[in-house]
């Protein structure tokens, strides 16, 4: 759970899985273009890289490989066990 929500605490990974929310099975030159298109300045391959593995680590990105391109889609099942499990503790 805590490293879904350390995932979630950042701006760039959260516009990072709203981006996969709408248009899944992206590849990283996808990501990084859409990114440039919606923020008007474009992240590095290597930040978009490393903002991507914390996003996997932590369960909400899945990633396949097609040839040698990695297409990652957002998985919202860990989302949603983190949020019942909080809420559950709370309400």
Same mark, same amino acid.
């Given at each position: 759970m805590d490293r879904v929500f350390k995932a979630l605490g950042d701006p760039t990974r959260r516009r990072i899985l709203d981006s996969l929310r709408r248009r899944p099975q992206q590849s990283l030159f996808e990501i990084c273009a859409l990114s440039a298109l919606q923020e008007g300045a474009a992240l590095s391959r290597q930040a978009v890289t490393q903002h991507l593995d914390m996003l %996997?680590?932590?369960g909400l990105v899945r990633v396949e490989w097609s040839g040698r391109t990695k297409i990652h889609s957002f998985d919202p099942?860990?989302?949603r066990a983190a949020a019942r %499990?909080?809420?559950r503790k709370h309400l």
């Open positions: %996997q680590k932590a099942g860990p989302l %499990q909080w809420l």
